[in-house]
Nanobody
Framework: QVQLVESGGGLVQAGGSLRLSCAASGRTLSNYVMGWFRQAPGKEREFVATITRSGGNTDYADSVKGRFTISRDNAKNTVYLEMNSLKPEDTAVYYC?????????????????WGQGTQVTVSS
C-alpha cells in the first residue's frame, strides 16, 4: 500500500504561482510512475502531468504545458507540481496518484493509489 498526501493548495490571484507537494509513505516512491490530476466542480477528473519512475521523462496536458512543471525527489519520497501563470480555469481539486507501471501514464484508471486532494482556487 502507498499512502499519498497532497499539500500546498490555496487561494491565489490570476498570474500567481503555487507549488503542490505529494508525500508518499508505505512504499518507495521510485517504484511508481506518478501523476497529477484535477477535478473542477461538475467536471470529470482530468490529467494534468505525469513523470516516470526516474524522473527522466515527463508529459503534460496541453492546457498547462509551459506553465506547470512536475518533478520528483525519490530520496524524499515526494512529488511536486510547480504551477505558474495560474488562470481562473485552473481552479480545481488537485490529486496526486501512483501507478505500478512503466513509462508515462495518462488515464486515471491506470493509477493504483490516490491522495485525498488539495484545493487550488485562482481568482480573477
Amino acid at each position: 500500500q502507498v499512502q499519498l498526501v497532497e499539500s500546498g493548495g490555496g487561494l491565489v490571484q490570476a498570474g500567481g504561482s503555487l507549488r503542490l507537494s505529494c508525500a508518499a509513505s508505505g512504499r518507495t516512491l521510485s517504484n511508481y510512475v506518478m501523476g497529477w490530476f484535477r477535478q473542477a466542480p461538475g467536471k470529470e477528473r482530468e490529467f494534468v502531468a505525469t513523470i516516470t519512475r526516474s524522473g527522466g521523462n515527463t508529459d503534460y496536458a496541453d492546457s498547462v504545458k509551459g506553465r506547470f512543471t512536475i518533478s520528483r525527489d525519490n530520496a524524499k519520497n515526494t512529488v511536486y507540481l510547480e504551477m505558474n501563470s495560474l488562470k481562473p480555469e485552473d481552479t480545481a481539486v488537485y490529486y496526486c496518484a501512483a501507478a505500478r507501471v512503466s513509462g508515462v501514464v495518462y488515464y486515471p484508471m491506470s493509477y493504483n493509489y490516490w491522495g485525498q486532494g488539495t484545493q487550488v482556487t485562482v481568482s480573477s
